[in-house]
């Protein structure tokens, strides 16, 4: 551990706190570091009434070194504000100031990440608590990779503070698809306003010239954002051009284009995000960009573990985890695949939707009138395999498929055939922190159904894709498929705890009957086999309403056998049943879009939730599917309109997908990308969409910010707010179906490699 300093802080305890409620009360002692300083201890580098530190370069963390005064009472409900004035030499420093408990399980007032300078500059933060904390106030300096010095004056922490709301720059109350419109497709944009009457608009082209005009249609209160909304068509404009303006009630959105164009690009950036999440494999920068070069993660060079011999849990921490113990005698050699989100984990069960949508999209390549096989072949990316002769796609799925393969419990072993739900860090690392430096240890997760029957789906699909282009390998995911797929029988309600979170997501789920339709429906597609047949017609999924007009997702994949059943061929018994059920649910979705004033197919009764976004994706997905089906329109105009929410035209005026528009999220919660809080790393790559809205208010940043938020509203561009803006490769893997979709829907025909 780094260097810290940490002292014990005044002891009045709760009775000064509340006293606090009604008078202003500082909390924190000699903030001034005046000369009869007594709280810091004599030992404190005070010099010239100033806290001045010699931060040793080389720390891992923001936490291994801090300056810290702890046993300060926070109240809920009381409202406060934390202030200092701070410094850094020889160059600019980005730390983090808290009030936060300093023991698990770390409850949090307050977390920010100021950026220091070689001058002087004053920071203030309010916030209300919103429980009781005896709690710390910290600034962590941890985690540069060079020394510093960091010089600290006036902290204080007084009660009573006026709070200073948070209020986003949504700028021009017109919101359009920042990247643009189809000339044959859907256009439309959303004005903020109260005026109760349609008001003028007019398109502009780049040369000033009017090329459209109109009056917009008054909507209402639009209860997915809680503002007053009207809305416009441009429907008729199909001349091609760049930057164009939507002028309207005094206000100009940002510029977009109107091209066959607009979405080539993303088809491959989408897709090449995967390429950046890879483990176990040196990152090349002459593929991805310079800035994302970086060295292989957790293949066991010093001072990572690696994830070349890992073992299991051991038996104390897996009663905590799952109220029993549980372990293993063997290790496994799980490197590659692809991590996660924004941690280091390595999870089955999202790992398996995300390589099975990525094998999706090649599979609609083969087989829905109008895709295009070439833009996903070989050469189509810039990955290390380009050149091989498999399509780039297979090659980038393949990658996290034979990690799959690794999870699963070897054949001499007890639960045989089994798949391990997860393996991850035995802690919490903080971040930004590069794979490859990541000290802690690794552990597998005991096996779950879950797993299982993801290895047996992803695998079985992945069977007769590659048959083709590799006879062995197809054999290899057919033959785990088949043993997953039996031990999942024998074994069919071992779950994943919700308790199972130190150091990696739970993603629990306690009712598996959704998987094993899934892994039945891709087994039967694969093989033709009675045994796989029965078990989807026996499925109450097979016929039952399992299409939500939330979204479906890594706890619910029943969809993905439908969807699979659907579109591929096969002698399916009821087959027209099965491809009507997915027109109707793409009705149902229809009708959403066509009732919302953003045009997205996504709109809660409740909560917004986690990873929104790829709720919306996974709707469009849907609707893309049914238009592959039947080659009706209005499918395809659907899923047209329904991204450009993704793409700005939302509340917040924002788009989700880093790199697209004029106004993007780019400090998406990642331990890799983590330039917000180190200026030497990158943003997520071009291409990368964040979780979205999440009005549950699931970290400690967005509830600070946006207590009581509608809906869109509930998201805030901070690498902190995990809950609204985590990077996940379950969101991109169905942007890449998406974005595939839509550069099929354009007339022009081009793969982009980027």
């Not at 899934?518 to 093989?527: P, Q």
């Not at 499925?539 to 706890?555: K, R």
């Not at 793409?586 to 996504?602: E, F, H, I, M, T």
Request: glycine letters at 10%.
């Amino acid at each position: 551990m780094g260097f810290a300093l940490r002292v014990a802080s005044m002891t009045a305890g709760w009775a000064l706190a509340a006293a606090a409620q009604s008078t202003p009360v500082e909390l924190i002692a000699d903030g001034d570091f005046g000369p009869d300083q007594t709280a810091w201890g004599p030992d404190a580098p005070i010099v010239d009434g100033r806290l001045c530190l010699d931060v040793p370069g080389g720390t891992v963390n923001f936490w291994d070194a801090a300056v810290s005064q702890a046993n300060v009472p926070i109240v809920s409900g009381e409202t406060y504000e934390l202030s200092f004035d701070a410094s850094s030499s020889p160059r600019s420093v980005t730390v983090r100031a808290l009030v936060q408990v300093p023991s698990p399980p770390f409850a949090t007032a307050l977390d920010r990440n100021p950026v220091l300078g070689a001058d002087v500059q004053h920071f203030s933060y309010t916030f209300q608590a919103t429980q009781n904390l005896d709690a710390a106030v910290s600034l962590q300096v941890g985690g540069a990779s060079q020394a510093w010095t960091f010089c600290l004056d006036n902290l204080s922490l007084k009660s009573g503070a006026t709070l200073v709301p948070y209020a986003p720059d949504t700028g021009s109350r017109v919101r359009v698809n920042q990247v643009g419109y189809l000339p044959t497709g859907p256009k439309g944009a959303t004005l903020v306003t109260a005026a109760e009457a349609p008001v003028r608009w007019r398109l502009v082209a780049e040369s000033g010239e009017a090329v459209a005009h109109g009056r917009s249609e008054p909507y209402g209160v639009d209860a997915t954002s809680g503002l007053s909304v009207h809305t416009i068509r441009f429907d008729r404009v199909r001349a091609s051009g760049r930057s164009f303006r939507l002028e309207a009630d005094g206000e100009i959105s940002h510029p977009f284009d109107i091209d066959s164009d607009v979405y080539q690009a993303l088809r491959s950036d989408a897709f090449l995000f995967f390429y950046a999440q890879r483990s176990g494999i040196a990152i090349d920068g002459s593929l991805l960009g310079a800035e994302y070069a970086r060295a292989a993660g957790h293949v066991g060079v010093a001072p990572n573990q690696g994830d070349v011999s890992v073992p299991c849990m051991p038996p104390e921490r897996s009663q905590t985890a799952y109220g029993e113990p549980w372990t293993c005698d063997y290790t496994l050699d799980v490197s590659g695949g692809w991590y996660d989100a924004g941690d280091h984990g390595k999870y089955v069960v999202n790992g398996g939707i995300s390589a099975a949508q990525l094998l999706s999209t090649y599979e609609r390549a083969l087989h829905a009138r109008g895709a295009s096989r070439r833009a996903l072949g070989d050469g189509s990316l810039a990955i290390p395999e380009q050149g091989n002769r498999v399509p780039d796609v297979l090659d980038e799925a393949r990658w996290e498929l034979e990690f799959l393969l690794s999870m699963q419990v070897p054949s001499d072993e007890p639960l045989a055939g089994m798949v391990h739900h997860k393996i991850h860090d035995n802690a919490w690392s903080g971040l930004p922190l590069d794979p490859a430096l990541d000290p802690l240890p690794r552990e597998l997760h005991r096996p779950s159904t879950a797993a299982t029957l993801n290895l047996a789906a992803a695998a079985a699909q992945g069977a007769r894709l590659y048959r083709r282009y590799d006879a062995a390998f197809a054999d290899r995911l057919l033959a785990a498929a088949r043993v997953a797929w039996d031990a999942a029988l024998a074994t069919p309600a071992l779950y994943a705890p919700g308790s199972d979170g130190q150091g990696g997501g739970s993603y629990s789920d306690a009712d598996v009957s959704d998987e094993f339709y899934w892994a039945a429906a891709e087994l039967y597609l694969t093989t033709h086999e009675a045994p796989y047949l029965d078990a989807v017609l026996a499925s109450p999924h097979h016929t039952g309403p399992i299409f939500e007009l939330n979204g479906f997702s890594w706890a619910r994949v029943a969809a993905l056998g439908r969807l699979d059943l659907a579109s591929v061929p096969s002698p399916l018994p009821g087959a027209r049943a099965v491809r009507a059920s997915v027109l109707e649910a793409a009705d149902a979705l229809l009708a959403l879009v066509d009732a919302q004033a953003w045009g997205q197919p996504y709109a809660p009764t409740g909560n917004w939730v986690w990873g929104s976004s790829s709720q919306i994706l996974n709707n469009l997905v849907v609707l893309g599917t049914a238009h592959d089906l039947s080659g009706k329109e209005s499918y395809r105009r659907a899923v047209i309109e329904g991204v450009d929410f993704l793409f700005g035209r939302n509340a917040l005026n924002l788009s989700y997908v880093t790199g697209y528009g004029d106004v993007f999220s780019q400090n998406q919660h990642s331990r890799i990308f983590g330039a917000q809080l180190d200026g030497e790393l990158p943003h997520p790559p071009i291409g990368s969409i964040a979780g979205g809205p999440n009005s549950a208010l699931q970290d400690p940043v967005i509830r600070q910010l946006l207590t009581g938020c509608i809906g869109q509203n509930c998201y805030v561009d901070d690498i902190n707010s995990y809950s609204t803006n985590e990077i996940a490769i379950n969101w991109n893997a169905p942007l890449a179906w998406v974005a595939s979709f839509l550069a099929d829907a354009s007339p022009a025909e081009h793969a982009s490699c980027r």
